[in-house]
Structure formats: structure tokens, C-alpha cells
């Protein structure tokens, strides 16, 4: 596995909200990290995501302000913690709710019009072909609390350019990322010997 700079990392996984407002992907990742440091007086690095009600908030550690707020993605399909379906959804950046425990199999597959995904830290398992062959899904977090990775999940994912898999992932099935062309980036968030007892 490859590691690389935390800035870079950082910026892979803030990418996303800042797409929400409508900035070309490229572009921001030409400018990181200036551009995150306008946005507010303390650095980018201070900042956590806040889930409420129905948005999701940059909030400063330090000082406790909202830097930037976007609204939670409305008519996804959930049926009792489990996101099983796009619904009547049709955001290209989607914030998925707080609360949802799983990614259900096949739950994006083959939806060409998603661009990102932010999951919430209460997922704990990505299902099988759960985002295969989104073929335009270019990022998305995987948060601490993810225990399993299933078969397929990310395969033929072509625009994907890189993924940060936690320590707390213990299991990522076969092809999970398979067959992604442009994908730079896979960190893996812990020792070696951890990775090495990754089943």
C-alpha cells in the first residue's frame, strides 16, 4: 500500500463537499489547501463534519464555528438502517443520513450520475456491487466504523481516484476495486500487520 501526504489524503476525502458547491473537481484539487483556508481564520486541518437533522456541517474545533453547511440528500431508499436503493434521489453529490448502518448490495450499481458519495460514521458495512460500475463516482469516504468491504463494492468504478480504508475495516472482498482505471490513491489507516490480517 502507498501512503502518502496527509494534506493530499485530507483533501480526497474534503473534496466532495467542496464540489457541493459547485466547483470544478480539477480545479479544486489545484488550489487545495488555499482555498479551504479562506473559508475560515483557523486552518482546514481544525475542522470536523457535524451531522444534524437534515444537513451536515464543517464545524472548527477551535472555536466551535460552521464553516460551510450542506443539506443532507433527500428520497434515498432506507429500510431499517439499511440504504438499500437510489430512490427518487437524484443528486449528484450525495449525503447520505446519519443513522444508516449499511450500504445495501447493489444499492448504487451502475448509476452514472453520481459524482460523490460522504457516508456518515455510522456505517459499518459497504454490501456486494454495492457502487459497482459508477463509472463517474470520482470520490467517497469510507469512515471509521466500516468493519467490512464487500465483493464488488467499487468495481469498474473508472473515474475513482482514491480511497482511505480505516483501521477499523476488517474484511474487503474480492474485486472490491477492481477495474478503476484512474484510482492514484488507496491508504490504508493503520500498521502493517493490520493490513496483513485483513481477510
Given at each position: 500500500?502507498?501512503?502518502?501526504?496527509?494534506?493530499?489524503?485530507?483533501s480526497?476525502?474534503l473534496?466532495l463537499?467542496?464540489?457541493?458547491?459547485?466547483?470544478?473537481?480539477s480545479?479544486?484539487?489545484?488550489?487545495?489547501?488555499?482555498d479551504?483556508e479562506?473559508?475560515?481564520?483557523?486552518?482546514w486541518?481544525?475542522?470536523?463534519?457535524?451531522?444534524?437533522?437534515?444537513n451536515?456541517k464543517?464545524?472548527?474545533?477551535?472555536?466551535k464555528a460552521?464553516v460551510?453547511?450542506?443539506p443532507?440528500?433527500?428520497?434515498?431508499?432506507?429500510k431499517?438502517?439499511?440504504?438499500?436503493g437510489?430512490?427518487?434521489c437524484?443528486?449528484?453529490?450525495?449525503?447520505v443520513?446519519?443513522?444508516?448502518?449499511?450500504?445495501?448490495?447493489?444499492?448504487?450499481?451502475?448509476?452514472?450520475?453520481?459524482?460523490?458519495i460522504?457516508?456518515?460514521?455510522?456505517?459499518e458495512?459497504?454490501g456486494e456491487?454495492s457502487?459497482k460500475?459508477c463509472?463517474?463516482l470520482?470520490v467517497?469516504?469510507i469512515p471509521?466504523g466500516?468493519?467490512?468491504i464487500?465483493?464488488?463494492?467499487?468495481?469498474?468504478c473508472?473515474?475513482l481516484?482514491?480511497v482511505?480504508?480505516?483501521?477499523?475495516?476488517k474484511?474487503?472482498?474480492?474485486?472490491?476495486?477492481?477495474?478503476?482505471?484512474?484510482?492514484?490513491i488507496?491508504?490504508?489507516?493503520?500498521?502493517?500487520e493490520?493490513w496483513?490480517a485483513?481477510s
Open positions: 500500500m502507498k501512503k502518502y501526504a496527509k494534506i493530499r489524503i485530507i480526497l476525502l473534496a463537499l467542496f464540489c457541493l458547491s459547485a466547483c470544478d473537481l480545479s479544486i484539487f489545484s488550489r487545495l489547501p488555499y479551504i479562506s473559508w475560515h481564520e483557523h486552518s486541518d481544525n475542522w470536523s463534519m457535524i451531522y444534524e437533522e437534515n451536515v464543517l464545524e472548527c474545533s477551535l472555536c460552521t460551510k453547511s450542506f443532507v440528500s433527500q428520497g434515498l431508499e432506507i431499517d438502517g439499511v440504504l438499500v437510489i430512490g427518487t437524484t443528486d449528484q453529490y450525495i449525503i443520513p446519519y443513522g444508516v448502518k449499511s450500504i445495501g448490495e447493489s444499492a448504487f450499481a451502475n448509476n452514472n450520475n453520481i459524482l460523490g460522504l457516508l456518515p460514521n455510522t456505517v458495512v459497504i456491487r457502487f460500475n463509472n463517474n470520482q467517497i469516504n471509521e466500516v468493519t467490512k464487500g465483493n464488488d463494492a467499487f468495481f469498474s473508472k473515474a481516484i482514491g482511505l480504508i480505516p483501521n477499523s475495516v474484511e474487503i472482498g474480492s474485486k472490491a476495486f477492481s477495474n478503476c482505471g484512474y484510482l492514484e488507496i491508504y490504508y489507516v493503520g500498521t502493517e493490520e496483513n485483513l
